[in-house]
């Protein structure tokens, strides 16, 4: 080939990859554009709970103690980095709006590794839209979106090191793997990736030194949350992180019939938000036949199907893990149309879902969003509830949240002497409810009662019942919520 010719093919190609970069950078800040209205519609219990946590421990309580989360440190750095600048709840969700960013890029540069620079730009345009997933809560600043970004990071560099060869974008990889389980022990599809790529990738001889360079680097995140956890208090740790699930595994609430009716109660918001995007997918799984990107995405599903399946409550969000992978081979299916406009055509059908409920919103009042967007008629109320509480007590009184909404502590700035914020770990560890019942029955009982769920719900004995009735007397109703407050504390 002349040198003239060379020179012109280099050029267009230069040219050819600066342009997919960009149109896979237009996608991630459109990403952002759709997750940036979600900033202003309250928080979750979840974030409102974890920013509580965070809180805590940026106060100087102890982590896994009266600072207590069953989910490791990583999550919490992320929450208090987030909170340092002021303590709003909006500075959460900014942190799924860089999420959402963060993803699309690693999801537009896993699909053009694999494929082409045309499955590469129609990943990074379906996972910017069908991320933001609202039936499950793809907006919201969860434990799985956050274990998303460094697995999807994980994924990335180990392609780069399959096509480059350079131990540094293996050890990245392994340490983004890493990284994504001290965000949630169920964020393990980067390490399953990770190994599948070095048997695909290497040959027999070499797979020896490939496997202890990514495990190593694997390694070293989960060391120093142990580390961190054997400081604080191992055993306080272990049980936190995954001793009480393994402890209830044969429990009433947590065997196999109650996980049974958890997954099929999930599948219908996830189906309308997944199946679609799951279709193409498998499309675009057939499409990879007899090409090691297969094995490649099917590690990542079997990966990510693990770790939802860990977590055994089989709430919507824990399925946000399918969506990259998803995504990737949807955008793979998509990139194998010929013609622009079809290409164009099939992504939005992909993504329809989510453009309907997204387009539902524009013309809809204020009252109609907030009963829509999940999450946002709940956090008013709650924020209603916690401006009663700020009135009615004072910042060193102690507050009680029958149960679950913990979001309500951090809004209201008030602290609770009963570390378990949720309903699953009440029902799972053995202590809990005796520990609950003598709190509110103790001299130094809590100032305030929220009751967010009946008693009985909790306790079914009546024990809580009558504790409640013997100490406590109604101070007011807040959009249909009782508040109790201590016989003895006036």
Known sequence: MPASNAASVGADRRTAVRRTAATITACALLAAGLRMPFLWTGI?????????????????????????????QSLLLVYRLLL????????????AVLAGFAITVFVGLIGWLLAGRRAGVASAAIYAVAGVAPRIEGFTLNGELLASVPATAAVAAALLWRR????????????????????????????????????????????????????????????????HGGHVGWH???????????????GPTTGLGARWSDFTRSL???????????????????????????????????????????????????????LPPLAVLAGVAVAAIHRPGLRGGAVAIVVLPQLIWLAALLPATPTERQRTIPYYELALRDQRIAAVIRAETTPSDRIFVLVSEANIYFLAQRTTDFPYLWGK???KIPGALPRMRAMLGGANRPTLVVLNDEPGAVDRTGELDRI??????TEQVVDGVTLLRAISAR
Do not use: C
């Open 44 to 72: 979750s219990m979840d974030e409102g709970g974890y920013a509580y946590v965070a809180q805590l421990w940026s106060r100087g309580g102890q982590l896994y103690d009266d600072a207590w989360l069953d989910r490791p």
């Open 84 to 95: 340092w600048p002021n303590d709003d709840g909006w500075s959460i969700r900014l942190g």
């Open 425 to 427: 770990p009440i029902e």
């Open 468 to 473: 409640l009735a013997e100490h406590y007397r």
């Open 268 to 322: 219908g918001p996830v189906g309308r938000d997944l199946t679609v995007v799951g279709g193409m997918a498998g499309i675009g799984f057939w499409r990879l036949r007899r090409r090691p990107g297969r094995r490649i995405l099917l590690a990542w599903l079997v990966g990510a199907a693990v770790g939802i399946n860990l977590g055994g409550s089989y709430w919507p969000h824990y399925y946000l893990q399918f």
């Open 164 to 227: 480059s060869g350079s131990a540094g974008w293996l050890a990245a990889a392994g340490l983004a793997a890493g990284a994504a389980m001290t965000m949630k022990p169920s964020g393990l599809d980067g390490i399953t990736v990770g190994f599948a790529m070095i048997v695909v990738a290497g040959t027999r001889r070499r797979r020896a030194p490939h496997f202890a360079v990514f495990a190593t680097a694997v390694s070293v995140p989960l060391a120093a949350s142990a580390l």
């Open 236 to 250: 306080q740790y272990w049980t936190a992180i995954a001793g009480y699930q393994f402890a209830a595994l044969d």
